[in-house]
């Protein structure tokens, strides 16, 4: 069964301008981070699990109030290593993985 990897997540803009954005990245629907990011951090996920066919990589931004969480993207992964881009609705993350 083969195994992903989260490595690091790197916040090149925001999608929020006017507070940091609070990031939420999934795998197949677990939590795998929940994060306060700005422009130009990074963060060390260093996160793992188990997948049968794919692992389904998702990443949000929370928004709170009664505001629909806004959706940066998701991926799908079988294999490789490299790194997911995440860039819907004027945000750009970049997450760094490995399948083994």
């Not at 996920?45 to 049968?52: A, L, M, R």
């Not at 860039?87 to 083994?100: C, M």
Request: glycine letters at 8%; hydrophobic letters at 35%.
């Amino acid at each position: 069964m083969p195994t992903i990897h989260l490595k690091t997540l790197k916040c090149i803009e925001q999608e929020d301008w006017t507070f940091h954005d609070d990031v939420v990245l999934k795998v197949n629907g677990e939590m795998a981070l929940f994060a306060s990011m700005d422009d130009g951090e990074k963060y060390k996920v260093d996160w793992s699990t188990s997948f049968t066919s794919k692992a389904v990589v998702t990443l949000y931004e929370a928004d709170y109030g009664g505001d629909d969480n806004d959706f940066l993207g998701a991926h799908a992964v079988r294999s490789g290593s490299g790194t997911l881009h995440f860039t819907r609705d004027g945000a750009n993350y970049a997450l760094s993985y490995a399948v083994s």
